[in-house]
């Protein structure tokens, strides 16, 4: 059954649901929370009403993130939206993607090849010297053992060596570079191989058999 909450917001770009089963939404005008069966306003500072919202979170320690279009990364902590949540070690600007894996870990996404994780206070980035090679990171989803990014330009993970392969013929996609795995029947990935038919740069070509793994 579907039902259309009254107090629901009418335009939502981005939504997230924590681990407690809290809906959040955004919107030009603001931020939602779900409170029993009705949406409540989150107070936002003056900058954040207006710009488009692309990206919701939750940390290990509670605090919501918020990523909006051409303004930056808030973090809410205590009742107060911090910008960049006070860390420097995070590439200033907004971030195309958030989320937090299974252990705890707050990856954010960003154009150009670019992510970043945050484990407590501490910031790695990781960037096309680290072997990423998916273009703009559109998607980032972590599930135990592993965490998949995908960008215009493909799919990478952790912990495992990238291979080459082939979309699917029609499937109207650039040639990407993905991990050489695919699940059997029990949901297992397993080894795949590839073959390249066309290689999108020099760099691209260099990191093919490269393995680069998170501890």
């Given at each position: 059954?579907?039902?259309?909450?009254?107090?629901?917001?009418?335009?939502?770009?981005?939504?997230?649901?924590?681990?407690?089963?809290?809906?959040?939404?955004?919107?030009?005008?603001?931020?939602?929370?779900?409170?029993?069966?009705?949406?409540?306003?989150?107070?936002?500072?003056?900058?954040?009403?207006?710009?488009?919202?692309?990206?919701?979170?939750?940390?290990?320690?509670?605090?919501?993130?918020?990523?909006?279009?051409?303004?930056?990364?808030?973090?809410?902590?205590?009742?107060?939206?911090?910008?960049?949540?006070?860390?420097?070690?995070?590439?200033?600007?907004?971030?195309?993607?958030?989320?937090?894996?299974?252990?705890?870990?707050?990856?954010?996404?960003?154009?150009g090849n670019r992510v970043a994780l945050l484990e407590g206070d501490s910031v790695r980035l990781f960037t096309q010297a680290d072997g990423l090679?998916?273009?703009?990171?559109?998607?980032?989803?972590?599930?135990?053992?592993?965490?998949?990014?995908?960008?215009?330009?493909?799919?990478?993970?952790?912990?495992?060596?990238?291979?080459?392969?082939?979309?699917?013929?029609?499937?109207?996609?650039?040639?990407?570079?993905?991990?050489?795995?695919?699940?059997?029947?029990?949901?297992?990935?397993?080894?795949?191989?590839?073959?390249?038919?066309?290689?999108?740069?020099?760099?691209?070509?260099?990191?093919?058999?490269?393995?680069?793994?998170?501890?």
């Amino acid at each position: 059954t579907v039902e259309q909450l009254a107090t629901a917001p009418k335009v939502v770009e981005c939504a997230y649901r924590d681990p407690d089963g809290v809906v959040w939404a955004g919107t030009k005008a603001g931020l939602w929370r779900s409170s029993a069966d009705r949406f409540v306003p989150v107070k936002l500072p003056a900058e954040l009403i207006g710009p488009s919202k692309q990206a919701i979170t939750r940390d290990a320690r509670g605090a919501i993130w918020l990523s909006a279009v051409r303004t930056g990364v808030y973090r809410l902590v205590g009742g107060r939206w911090i910008k960049y949540g006070g860390l420097s070690g995070l590439p200033q600007e907004p971030a195309l993607v958030l989320t937090t894996d299974e252990e705890g870990r707050t990856w954010f996404g960003y154009t150009g090849n670019r992510v970043a994780l945050l484990e407590g206070d501490s910031v790695r980035l990781f960037t096309q010297a680290d072997g990423l090679a998916v273009g703009n990171v559109l998607s980032i989803q972590g599930r135990q053992p592993h965490l998949w990014i995908g960008g215009e330009r493909g799919l990478a993970r952790f912990g495992a060596v990238l291979a080459a392969v082939s979309p699917p013929a029609g499937a109207g996609l650039r040639q990407h570079w993905v991990l050489g795995e695919r699940a059997d029947r029990a949901g297992r990935r397993r080894a795949r191989p590839g073959r390249r038919r066309r290689r999108d740069s020099e760099h691209e070509a260099a990191t093919a058999g490269r393995a680069w793994d998170v501890p």
